[in-house]
T-cell receptor, first 112, second 117 residues
Framework: LAKTTQPISMDSYEGQEVNITCSHN???????ITWYQQFPSQGPRFIIQ???TKVTNEVASLFIPADRKSSTLSLPRVSLSDTAVYYC?????????????FGTGTRLQVTL | GAVVSQHPSWVICKSGTSVKIECRSL??????MFWYRQFPKQSLMLMAT?????????EQGVEKDKFLINHASLTLSTLTVTSAHPEDSSFYIC?????????????FGPGTRLTVT
């Protein structure tokens, strides 16, 4: 499974755009990139998933360059409630099991 | 849709006793479920992969005789922590993969806080 590297922590003010970059140099051809959000004492929540170029949903955008060795999660206009840990995961379908290996995650702190 | 529940949400038990944690996919079928453990301020660590109707696959370093996993149906997997000790106190989280959705999207339960005294 591809290893991921993210900043340990980030700080932002409410209303700003936050970009969290994840590097995954040994990503495999059939690997997808998925981002999860986790609040304290809760299970992770799926945010967004992509394979290449750009993916956008109602809460975030995911930018993936052509070489796919990194990806950037973009959170527009963050609020205090976006304070959480964000995990970048890389992996693909492998038969009946799709293991997810969580890295350290990025602890985002949003303040007024 | 795609809701995963866990029961109980928290449990306190005495050292030496066993505790069972249930993980249910409420609105979808899950051939595969995963169990994770998370210590305070740390990331999630995959413990085992639970496959419906077959034996679980444990990650290296996880004692299969201590953490018993049963996946008896497409909507239920259970984790039993046998002869629990204080060092087993942790946050246990399960996840399930929805066969009917994008192949690599997993849905996580809310977690179970286990405290062994």
């Amino acid at each position: 499974l591809a290893k991921t590297t993210q900043p340990i922590s980030m700080d932002s003010y409410e209303g700003q755009e936050v970009n969290i970059t994840c590097s995954h140099n040994n990503i495999a051809t059939n690997d997808y990139i998925t981002w999860y959000q986790q609040f304290p004492s809760q299970g992770p929540r799926f945010i967004i998933q992509g394979y290449k170029t750009k993916v956008t949903n109602e809460v975030a955008s995911l930018f993936i360059p052509a070489d796919r060795k990194s990806s950037t999660l973009s959170l527009p206009r963050v609020s205090l409630s976006d304070t959480a840990v964000y995990y970048c995961l890389v992996g693909g379908y492998t038969g009946t099991a799709s293991k997810l290996t969580f890295g350290t995650g990025t602890r985002l702190q949003v303040t007024l | 849709g795609a809701v995963v529940s866990q029961h109980p949400s928290w449990v306190i038990c005495k050292s030496g006793t066993s505790v069972k944690i249930e993980c249910r996919s409420l609105d979808f079928q899950a051939t595969t479920m995963f169990w994770y453990r998370q210590f305070p301020k740390q990331s999630l660590m995959l413990m085992a992969t639970s496959n419906e109707g077959s034996k679980a696959t444990y990650e290296q370093g996880v004692e299969k005789d201590k953490f018993l996993i049963n996946h008896a149906s497409l909507t239920l997997s259970t984790l039993t922590v046998t002869s629990a000790h204080p060092e087993d106190s942790s946050f246990y989280i399960c996840s399930a993969r929805d066969l009917g959705r994008r192949y690599y999207e997993q849905y996580f339960g809310p977690g179970t806080r286990l405290t062994v005294t």
